[in-house]
Antibody, heavy 120, light 114 residues
Framework: EVQLLESGGGLVQPGGSLRLSCAAS????????MNWVRQAPGKGLEWVSV????????YYADSVKGRFTISRDNSKNMLYLQMNSLRADDTAVYYC?????????????WGQGTLVTVSS | DIVMTQSPDSLAVSLGERATINCKSS????????????LAWYQQKPGQPPKLLIY???TRESGVPDRFSGGGSGTDFTLTISSLQAEDVAVYYC??????????FGPGTKVEIK
């Protein structure tokens, strides 16, 4: 069964940095576009970023562009999100999610999420 | 960006009764090149990640019970639960992926038991 396991969340001060990781297993990771989606406490879902299967193409939501960087290591089946210049409104559960086929498809598997809290 | 709206915000339905959720996009998500609606539905239970139910507006994901069905085209869509079960209590989100990679979710509809 497909598994996605996020890690790296925690409490960080405004302006700080954090790197999230997502370990993937039981599917051909190198063939799938991967996404980060976040959910602020008690709120709805917000797409954050996507990376193509080979890693050569990335896109970001306007809210994180220039501050967050998505990357992947297909040799390790790992997805990453480097988050810099964090703000209070970045506080959320961050999910990694697998694209059904490619970049412009819905998300068929999600991890359990990792909580990022930005607060002084 | 496309703006997604859902109605109602919440609804309470008796066990075994039908539940219908509406989703509207601010512009069409129907592709004229392949005649597909780039619209998906997700179910999120408390404390869990979202689960894909429906994509291409009406294609049920593998393993999803057939009491869940999706319909609509263009800008107006529905998710119907034909006979509500206790395990269907959740928040349901629609999502457009027509303008992918810029993807938008609806605000969610909470379904409860009456």
């Amino acid at each position: 069964e497909v598994q996605l396991l996020e890690s790296g969340g925690g409490l960080v001060q405004p302006g700080g940095s954090l790197r999230l990781s997502c370990a993937a297993s039981e599917f051909t990771f190198s063939s799938c576009a991967m996404n980060w989606v976040r959910q602020a406490p008690g709120k709805g879902l917000e797409w954050v970023s996507v990376i193509s299967s080979g890693g050569g193409t990335t896109y970001y939501a306007d809210s994180v562009k220039g501050r967050f960087t998505i990357s992947r290591d297909n040799s390790k089946n790992m997805l990453y999100l480097q988050m810099n210049s964090l703000r209070a409104d970045d506080t959320a559960v961050y999910y990694c999610a697998k694209g059904l086929v490619g970049i412009n498809t819905p998300f068929d598997y999600w991890g359990q999420g990792t909580l990022v809290t930005v607060s002084s | 960006d496309i703006v997604m709206t859902q109605s109602p915000d919440s609804l309470a339905v008796s066990l075994g009764e039908r539940a219908t959720i509406n989703c509207k996009s601010s512009q069409s998500v129907l592709s004229t090149s392949n005649n597909k609606n780039y619209l998906a539905w997700y179910q999120q239970k408390p404390g869990q990640p979202p689960k894909l139910l429906i994509y291409w507006a009406s294609t049920r994901e593998s393993g999803v019970p057939d009491r869940f069905s999706g319909g609509g085209s263009g800008t107006d869509f529905t998710l119907t639960i034909s006979s509500l079960q206790a395990e269907d209590v959740a928040v349901y989100y629609c999502q457009q992926y027509y303008t992918s990679p810029s993807i938008q979710f609806g605000p969610g509809t909470k379904v409860e038991i009456k």
